[in-house]
């Protein structure tokens, strides 16, 4: 599960008004500080996230399914071929899970993207693209 403290801060009311700042306060969770510090990135982002805003009931529901899902007794079920791809700084789902959903699955293939966050796939777009592409075109891994 998530730590949480992280848990805690997604759970946190808003400390504004203002659409813009709540968003923005929420981003150290998803981007590691590095990607932050483009300010001409973060606005991109926060104007997309305005522009389509999340409902609050989705929101809440998306946090209790991230605190409470628990999917572990019927992963090893899972026969297709399966790329796991995460972040090694994601501070919302632990890379931990990474390595034992990679090892619970029969025909599994795992991609860590070091000093990343949780939207590692927006941060490295490219890097991921290029994963996604050449699992998507590869002979699947074999079964155990």
């Keep these: 599960p998530m730590a949480p403290e992280v ?18 306060s929420r981003l150290p969770l998803a981007f590691t500080n590095a990607f932050l ?23 809440q529901a998306q946090l209790v399914a991230g605190a409470t899902f628990d999917a572990a007794d019927r992963v090893p079920q899972i026969t297709a071929p399966t790329l796991v791809a995460a972040a090694e700084g994601d501070l919302v789902v632990p890379v931990e899970n990474a390595y034992r959903l990679a090892a619970a699955l029969p025909c599994a293939e795992l991609r ?6 949780h939207q590692f796939f927006v941060e490295a777009p490219d890097a991921f693209n290029r994963d996604v592409l050449a699992f998507l075109v590869s002979d699947p891994p074999a079964h155990d």
């Excluded at 510090?37 to 929101?59: F, G, I, K, N």
């Design 37 to 59: 510090a483009d300010s001409a990135t973060v606005s991109h982002l926060v104007d997309q996230r305005l522009e389509r805003p999340q409902p609050p009931h989705a929101y």
């Design 112 to 117: 860590i993207y070091p000093g990343l966050g």
């Design 7 to 24: 848990l805690a801060q997604m759970m946190a009311p808003p400390t504004s008004d203002d659409p813009r700042a709540l968003i923005e």
